[in-house]
């Protein structure tokens, strides 16, 4: 099942999302531009991964240039979640919502595990690694398995890692 904040996703928000978590990888940059969503590749300083801030009418997401292309995906996924769930808490700073590597930002810690879980069914779609794992690899989860689906939806395999112990546990 994917994450309950996936729920909480306005409708219409909800519409846009839906039509890019079909295929993979997840045409992040596609998705944003359709939320109103500019994404930058940025300088930002050391130890923050991503931030998200209002500019005017609005909004810019800004992901560490020095990270790895799947973290920065996992970031902007992560950022995508907090405009989708949390607009309230990004308008209520001029800075907004900045991000430590470890997705930590002075926020109340459940707003960054909303905005993880999300990011995780933005980037991993629940149903599409399900068919994946099960057509390609008979659902079953090994370290071979972990690296192709990895790479398969440009994420890093820690992250993968993550997803399939849903699968593990079943
Ligand atoms: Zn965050």
Redesign the pocket.
Known sequence: MAAKELANVEPQERVILDKYLSDYPVKLGQLAKELGVTVKISSLGTGLSGQISREGNHYVIRVNRSEARERQRFTIG?ELA?YLLHRHVIDSSPDG?R?TVL?R?G?PER??YE?NRLAADIVMPLPLVERELRNCFGGIVTEATIESLASRFEVSKAAMEIRLSTFAEA
């Open positions: 992560h907090h919502i991000d997705y930002s926020a707003i960054e905005a």
